[in-house]
């Protein structure tokens, strides 16, 4: 066995997993000028991992080496040549409570929510009730200010955003259309100001009147 040989037997044994070609290409450029078998063994045992990265230049350059290289260090836990005291490094093995206090605070503001939220739906039931028995009162109120029944009103289905004036001004209408007693269709515009004009007619031959009286007198 040449002296070559006997280098990279010896490299292969103590860089196990590491791909031949580059422990190859470290005993040949030990082996040269070498003759003294006996020098093997201080060859093999001066020759460290960082001469192995060394030796391939920059190892990520070829993917295969590259794993090789990092088959070898997962397999001896090291890194850059060197042991990994703990190869399954815990950053922070004993947290400390603090370092929760994100997920304490979530658990806690859920337990709130969880805790509340029954009351909230109670009060926004209780807000809308009140609206609606709100609404109520005021359609009611409206009714009867158009002299419509509360019976006929409680049966109409208004809209939330109707106009009650309009609204019950066209059922008025329509009740005194067909024919319903007690309600009279809503005077118009027109209605109204011949209504006012007969009135002052009325009041001017009252007067009249009273002034043809006294004279008489």
């Given amino acids: 066995m040449t ?10 044994q103590k860089f196990t ?4 070609a580059i422990l190859t ?3 040949t450029k030990k082996a040269e000028g070498v003759t003294d078998e006996t020098k093997v063994n201080s060859i093999v045992e001066g020759i460290s991992f960082s001469d192995v990265l060394n030796s391939y230049g920059d190892f990520r350059a070829g993917d295969a080496t590259r794993t090789s290289v990092l088959n070898y260090e997962k397999r001896y836990n090291l890194k850059d040549g060197k042991p990994i005291e703990n190869p399954n ?3 922070n ?14 658990i806690i503001a859920n337990a709130v929510n969880a805790a509340v939220k029954p ?15 709100t609404r109520q009162e005021q359609i009611m109120a409206k009714a009867k200010e158009y002299g419509i029944p509360e019976t006929f ?16 001004k066209d059922a008025k209408q329509e009740l005194a259309n ?40």
Avoid at 6 to 12: D, K, N, V
């Fill in 3 to 12: 002296i070559l040989e006997q280098i990279l037997a010896g490299l292969q």
């Fill in 17 to 20: 997993g590491v791909d031949t």
């Fill in 25 to 27: 290409r470290i005993a």
């Fill in 89 to 91: 490094p815990n950053p």
């Fill in 93 to 106: 093995p004993n947290p400390k409570p603090e370092d929760k206090t994100d997920d304490m605070a979530t």
């Fill in 119 to 133: 009351l909230s739906d109670k009060l926004a039931q209780f807000e809308t009730e009140k609206l609606q028995a």
């Fill in 153 to 168: 009103a409680k049966r109409y289905a208004i809209p939330d955003d109707a106009d009650l004036d309009t609204y019950f």
């Fill in 178 to 217: 067909v024919g319903f007693s007690g309600v009279t269709p809503p005077e118009s515009a027109e209605t109204k100001i011949e209504k006012e004009a007969e009135s002052i007619a009325k009041m001017i031959d009252e007067g009249t009147n009273a002034i043809v009286e006294q004279n008489k007198n």
